[in-house]
């Protein structure tokens, strides 16, 4: 069975830095591309990146291209979202998922539980 | 890349049928057939539900289907169910390895 577990929840300040977290498993964890989305509190699902623990690479939505940071270790099969400087505006769920299909019109199949930032002062 | 147009809320009765439109432009949904569909209930992760525009994964009840016409995509859900109450999100691809989600429908059933 694919599951994707996320970190837990987290509380942070203004200017602090935060990497969170997604741990793969029942899958060959290098041959999927794991994506990020965020929902803020109420809001829509947006995509922010996805990336190949395969190959390494990496593709940001223009919208949060330089906000945030994304990598992964192939040894621990996990996939991390990373910021250097959080804003209250990026209090929000981030959900992980598996791409299926790869960059080019995948979908995701399978998704983490989901781990809530807030950040407040 | 703005979010592809969906209505903010649609209702049925059960039984009933309802379809959700996903508007985009000929540079995502009008440009590819890579188009999915995700339910969210509340406080839960979403759920894939269709994908390439037509395709049920397996254990989604074939209540569900989708389809595309020019720049739309619809998705229907025939024979409403109590549980099937949820936000319903679309997806296209949009080249340049981009991907766009649409904003949302909540569906209820009355």
């Known amino acids: 069975e694919v599951q994707l577990v996320q970190s837990g929840a987290e509380v942070k300040k203004p200017g602090e830095s935060l990497k969170i977290s997604c741990k793969g498993s029942g899958y060959s964890f290098t041959s999927y591309w794991i994506g990020w989305v965020r929902q803020m509190p109420g809001k829509g699902l947006e995509w922010m990146a996805f990336f190949s623990p395969?190959?390494?690479d990496a593709r940001y939505s223009p919208s949060f291209q330089g906000q945030v940071t994304i990598s992964a270790d192939k040894s621990a099969r996990t996939a991390y979202l990373q910021w250097?400087?959080?804003?209250?505006s990026d209090t929000a769920i981030y959900y992980c998922a598996r791409l299926v299909g790869g960059q080019i019109g995948g979908f995701f199949d399978s998704w983490g539980q989901g781990t809530l930032v807030t950040v407040s002062s | 890349?703005?979010?592809?147009?969906?209505?903010?809320?649609?209702?049925?009765?059960?039984?009933?049928?309802?379809t959700?439109?996903?508007t985009g432009i000929s540079g995502d949904v009008g440009n590819f057939n890579f188009v999915s569909w995700y339910q969210q209930h509340p406080g839960r992760a979403p759920k894939l539900i269709i994908y390439d525009v037509s395709r049920r994964p397996s254990g989604v009840p074939?209540?569900?289907?989708?389809?595309?016409?020019?720049?739309?995509?619809?998705?229907?859900?025939?024979?409403?169910?109590?549980?099937?109450?949820?936000?319903?999100?679309?997806?296209?691809?949009?080249?340049?390895?981009?991907?766009?989600?649409?904003?949302?429908?909540?569906?209820?059933?009355?």
Not at chain 2, 68 to 82: D, E, F
Not at chain 2, 103 to 108: C, I, R, V
């Open chain 1, 54 to 56: 395969g190959n390494s």
């Open chain 1, 84 to 88: 250097i400087s959080l804003k209250a």
């Open chain 2, 1 to 18: 890349q703005s979010a592809l147009t969906q209505p903010r809320s649609v209702s049925g009765s059960p039984g009933q049928s309802v």
């Open chain 2, 20 to 22: 959700i439109s996903c």
């Open chain 2, 62 to 110: 074939d209540r569900f289907s989708g389809s595309k016409s020019g720049n739309t995509a619809s998705l229907t859900i025939s024979g409403l169910h109590g549980e099937d109450e949820a936000d319903y999100y679309c997806c296209s691809y949009a080249g340049r390895y981009i991907m766009v989600l649409g904003g949302g429908t909540k569906l209820t059933v009355l």
